[in-house]
């Protein structure tokens, strides 16, 4: 590991060490959130899977009425009966922090709260299949506006948890070992200045005695 570029004094001891603390803390802060954020995004995987399973189910109850629908009508009677949807869906847009993660909130809501309105045509000339159909899919739409928001935080999670990784590494394997190897040497390198700096005292000390009383002392 290459030790950073800075003179070994005591000051810039005193600071990386001040550093190392700061670094050390924030590591660990950081895998906290890691951890929390993976505990979070897999219980919401677990609830994307059971969602996706019973709509994948409800869309094919919702297929096989269409299909019924049109083997009693013809294809031109049943794209217009489809073709003028009279009810309007709108959707509002929130969010949700999860560990600084804004997630969307979904809410659906309709043009009139008429539960009729959700057939785009009347009933003398349709077959209750087609009734059937529609009914099953507003049925289903709330469900899939709840996938689309589960789906959607788990991309926005899966992305913060990569780089919150990242971060982490980049602390644990470079930042904090380089703090600590170059605290390592600026102490080695102080550490042998002192000893140089008494040596050079002893020396001194011993040369001022003999010149003043002929004699070292030892």
Known sequence: MAIMNVNPTRMQLTKLKKQLTTAVRGHKMLKDKRDELMRQFLDLVRENR???????????ECNAHFVNASAVMSKQALDASLMSPKQQVTIDVESHNIMSVETPVFTAGTRTNDKGDIFPYGFAFTSFELDDAVMSLEKLLPDLIKLAQIEKSCEMMSAEIEKTRRRVNSLEHVMIPRYQETIKYISMKLEENDRSS????MKVK???????HNYSAH
């Open 50 to 60: 059971e969602l996706r399973e019973k709509i994948e189910k409800e869309l094919s």
């Open 198 to 201: 008494r040596t050079r005292l």
């Open 206 to 212: 011993d040369m001022l005695l003999d010149k003043a």
